[in-house]
């Protein structure tokens, strides 16, 4: 089968095209699930001319099948347990308490290196666009959501390349609207849609974060920015 997207960046640029109506809207946010949803977050808010935000994410990975996830972890402490995968797996719930205390502790080092010394858009009353690289089971993107509706947005909207209509059953009723690009099979590997899809370093992260502020300086547009409290 061929590839849909040659690499996230491509992806973005596609996802972009579905989301046209939000361009230029100064209350509009994007917002990536970090790290693999910064390169199409990047191209999404360059398309709309909207600010670009990182949120930090852990995805926790099963035991001794890491493409599983068994949970995830977002910044402000919100936690999704994927509990079709602990009843399936039979996992006592004390391993499921010490792999999200270590994704806790990995999600702290990463927030660091993302807000240091940067200023962050507020979202308050604003439209966030959440982006990732792709919705398998829907479990990152829950926990990213509850972070979000924690800062009080008016609206989210979900927008990924690809996704199981699984995972958009289970973020349905928790936001305005998901846009997608490609609707793949439950259990459907989201890699196999792309011809590169090498993980996103962190430092990737915050050239994406400086290029997207830089772009919006040079135009000579102003965005209100202010320390995330």
């Known amino acids: 089968m061929n590839k849909q997207f040659q690499d996230r960046l491509a992806a973005g640029r596609f996802l972009a095209e579905k989301l046209i109506l939000y361009a230029g809207r100064p209350d ?8 693999g949803g910064a390169p199409v ?7 709309l001319d909207a600010p ?27 936690d999704v347990i994927n509990e079709d995968v602990v ?12 792999f999200v205390a270590g994704g806790h502790v990995a999600l702290q080092r ?5 807000h240091a010394g940067r200023r962050t858009t507020p979202m308050y009353e604003r439209t966030v666009i959440l982006v990732d690289d792709g919705m398998a ?6 926990a990213a959501i509850a972070a979000v509706w924690s800062q ?3 609206e989210i909207i979900v927008a990924v390349p690809v996704a199981t209509p699984t995972s958009c059953a289970a973020v349905r009723d928790e936001v305005t609207t998901i846009v997608t690009a490609v ?39 102003v965005i209100p920015l202010y320390e995330m409290g």
Request: net charge negative; glycine share 6%; with cysteine.
């Open 183 to 221: 609707e793949i099979q439950p259990f459907d590997n989201i890699a196999r849609w792309y011809a590169d899809f090498r993980r996103v370093t962190d430092a990737e992260v915050c050239d994406y974060l400086d290029r997207s502020l830089w772009e919006h300086a040079k135009a000579d547009r």
């Open 137 to 142: 089971s829907g479990t990152t993107m829950r």
């Open 28 to 35: 509009v946010v994007v917002v990536a699930l970090t790290a």
């Open 52 to 78: 670009l935000e990182a949120l930090p994410m852990f995805r926790v990975g099963m035991p001794a099948c890491p493409q599983i996830t068994l949970a995830a972890v977002a910044a402000g402490g919100f």
């Open 152 to 154: 009080e947005p008016a």
């Open 110 to 114: 990463c927030s660091g290196v993302y």
């Open 87 to 98: 009843e399936g797996y039979e996992l006592p719930r004390s391993v499921v308490d010490e």
């Open 41 to 47: 977050a990047f191209e999404v808010a360059r398309a």
